[in-house]
């Protein structure tokens, strides 16, 4: 059990914040869109877990190419 402890630690420390930014786009509360993915997970058995691990995925991809053109001289 300990190392369950860890990794769930780890998860929450460095998490993704894709249900905070999904709702900060759309202007809602946070809470409301992480109960509306456990909701989905839920109902369709998993595909609500893939979906937020394709939205995490994108996320960061979408961080490192913006983050890398800093300027218009970096194309």
């Known amino acids: 059990m300990n190392r369950f402890y860890q ?4 998860f929450q420390k460095r998490g993704f914040y894709v249900c905070q930014r ?3 786009r759309i202007g809602i509360r946070a809470k409301i869109v992480r109960t ?3 909701y989905l ?3 369709t058995l998993g595909f ?12 960061k991809i979408k961080d490192i190419v913006y983050t890398k053109r800093s300027s218009v001289f970096d194309l």
């Not at 990794?7 to 780890?10: G, S, V």
């Not at 609500?48 to 996320?59: E, P, T, V």
């Open 7 to 10: 990794m769930l630690y780890y």
């Open 41 to 43: 997970t839920f109902a």
């Open 36 to 38: 509306s993915f456990m």
């Open 22 to 24: 999904i709702a900060d």
């Open 48 to 59: 609500g877990f893939a979906l937020y691990l394709f939205f995490a995925f994108w996320i």
